[in-house]
């Protein structure tokens, strides 16, 4: 017997009575968020039949929402929802062979050879039920195998809606819904002169697409902000993502300024996409030449170190490295920034990476991208007194010495974090109190210099 088989244990298809034949999307809208998720429309166009029948919505990724799904029909159309449902697809392929031949295959175990025979299936669920070489089997040996099926079947389990018709032909529609794997991140790539007083900044965007659907000539909106989100999951599960790399504007052009929508930023491409299953793509948010940067260093003290009574040897350490840049229209940008990760180069060489917050225009922009290597410090206590003072309370004293290496003069900010009640009551450079729980002192290194910073605090801290 030659034909073509089906095994119930590969992805089973799906054929139902009354099908409506598969739909196109004929215009695709998508917002893609930083979250993970997007929002996406498509207009469709499908064949329906006279009356009652199953449209299936085929094409939809693996991640869909599915209490997100809605359809609308265009007015006129004369079709009416009646209803909206998941397919599994082995469940309905075998509910529709009921009463009708399937085969049953097994394998001789010494020769390996597969013998098939034609039986009933007489019940589906709960548990097979077949009719079998003119015996009832609750549990047939071997495996169940279908025989060819019809055209125009759905190779995998789907979502459905129940329309009536009143009459035969193609109808539009459109269907949205949401979508978890499809997101995107932006990240910044900022490229310092050699001096290390500007840089050209380029922030890019990567959208990642998870498997199961391409897009193609979709119109692309990416939503920078924050949304709550009360994440149901649909019965299919999302599969693994097999990421690769491509441009999607190979050309470097940039989309611009973000568009505020209530309290969310959108970035529109300037141009239709092709989104790909399983692909990362790029692309490029702006572009800004010769923005001003100031390098700084600086060195934060551990947060309890005024209140333990502590004996040793003095403590080196290497202050952090920062950019610091004004997001400002001056300095060609002047646009909200999305969070992401700030990677910084400089001679062809990786200076270092931070992340930055969502930022508005306006503000400054800085990110710690290393520590000094010819920067060095050194902290030593040299007081500490306790007696004769209120409980709780301690008199401590520091000498910070900052040595430079380099050829060129640096400033150092010096960052003391305080706890509970505190006052400086001596010190050899003015400080500046940040915040109710940090004194910066901002110390100029000359090159090839040394210089110390001596300072006395009360602390109350109970």
Not at 146 to 161: E, K, M
Not at 179 to 205: F, H, N, P
Not at 230 to 250: I, L, T, W
Request: charged fraction near 25%; aromatic fraction near 6%; glycine fraction near 8%.
């Amino acid at each position: 017997m030659k034909a073509r088989w089906l095994f119930a244990s590969m992805a089973a298809a799906l054929s139902l009575p009354g099908w409506a034949a598969q739909s196109e999307a004929a215009d695709i809208s998508m917002a893609i968020y930083e979250g993970g998720f997007s929002v996406v429309e498509e207009a469709r166009r499908v064949t329906v039949a006279k009356g009652d029948s199953t449209l299936a919505l085929d094409g939809l990724p693996d991640g869909v929402q599915p209490d997100t799904l809605v359809a609308n029909f265009a007015a006129g159309s004369g079709v009416r929802l009646r209803g909206q449902r998941f397919l599994n697809s082995k469940h309905a392929l075998l509910d529709d062979f009921v009463g009708k031949t399937i085969l049953v295959v097994t394998t001789v175990a010494e020769t390996g050879q597969e013998i098939v025979r034609e039986a009933k299936l007489l019940r589906a669920r709960p548990g097979l039920l077949i009719e079998l070489d003119g015996r009832i089997e609750l549990s047939p040996p071997g495996r169940i195998a279908f025989p060819g099926l019809d055209d125009g079947v759905v190779l995998r389990s789907t979502y459905a809606l129940d329309i009536d018709a009143d009459r035969a032909g193609p109808v539009d529609y459109r269907l949205s819904y949401m979508a978890q794997g499809l997101g995107w991140t932006a990240d910044y790539a900022v490229e310092l002169d050699k001096a290390e007083q500007t840089a050209s900044i380029q922030g890019r965007a990567t959208v990642r697409a998870p498997a199961g659907r391409s897009y193609r000539n979709a119109r692309v909106r990416l939503v920078a902000g924050s949304v709550n989100r009360h994440v149901h999951r649909g019965p299919r599960p999302q599969a693994k993502m097999a990421m690769r790399a491509s441009a999607m504007a190979a050309d470097a052009e940039s989309i611009g300024s973000p568009v505020s929508v209530s309290e969310l930023q959108v970035y529109e491409l300037p141009r239709r996409q092709d989104t790909r299953a399983g692909a990362e793509e790029k692309v490029v948010l702006f572009n800004a030449a010769r923005v001003p940067v100031q390098k700084t260093y600086r060195l934060i003290s551990d947060s309890n170190a005024h209140i333990r009574h502590w004996r040793g040897p003095a403590a080196k350490r290497n202050p952090d490295v920062r950019l610091k840049f004004k997001n400002e229209a001056a300095n060609g940008l002047g646009m909200p920034l999305p969070k992401g990760v700030m990677r910084a180069y400089g001679q062809g060489l990786f200076l270092g990476e931070g992340r930055i917050r969502h930022t508005p225009k306006g503000e400054d922009v800085s990110i710690a991208i290393g520590r000094a290597v010819d920067v060095t410090a050194e902290r030593r206590r040299t007081d500490y007194r306790i007696q004769g003072l209120p409980k709780g309370t301690a008199e401590v004293a520091y000498q910070i010495t900052l040595r430079n290496a380099k050829s060129q003069d640096v400033t150092v900010d010096i960052v003391e974090r305080m706890i509970g009640e505190w006052q400086i009551l001596s010190q050899s450079l003015p400080h500046k109190k940040d915040t109710d729980r940090q004194a910066v002192w901002q110390v100029p290194v000359p090159a090839g210099g040394e210089v110390s910073l001596r300072y006395k605090a009360r602390v109350r801290f109970c």
